[in-house]
């Protein structure tokens, strides 16, 4: 599941393949297993942050979209009804960004989404199977509850 390049929401068919990308995720509960939600950005369409190439939205700006469509709207896109009732902050989070030098894709994410099965379906969601890439833990994506 994720939101649309554009912001709003969208579904993804785990088929499809898509270019390397950059963005932001979370892991939200739904029908009692966790998904993991998106939104991103092609490579190719990246914002410069320094010497990485970076999404050009945040968690709560996206996050604040997705709930003023309400339960029905997200349902509809395939996203999850519990954003609606809950703060972006309430799941665990992370981001995607490519290091240009070393050529490198980081993950930096809460460590409940560090799982080996949940870094996999990560990768398949952005585009990076094959591509060189860590995962790092960043205190700006710890969950606190």
Known sequence: MQGGEDGGPA??????????????FW???????????TDHTPLTEAEVYGDC???????????????KLGATALRRC????????????????????YMREPALFTLYADR???RPETIADILQLFGLNGQTHTVRSDAHYRTLS
Do not use: C, K, M, N
């Open 78 to 97: 395939g996203l999850p009804p519990a954003i609606v009732s809950h703060e972006y902050e309430a799941f665990p989070r992370g981001r995607v960004v």
């Open 27 to 37: 892991g939200v509960p739904d029908g009692g297993r966790t998904v993991l939600v």
């Open 53 to 67: 190439l970076t999404h050009p939205r945040g968690h709560h700006e996206v996050w604040e979209a997705w709930r």
């Open 11 to 24: 579904s993804l068919d785990r088929t499809e393949v898509i270019e390397p990308s950059v963005g932001i």
């Open 112 to 114: 409940r989404l560090q």
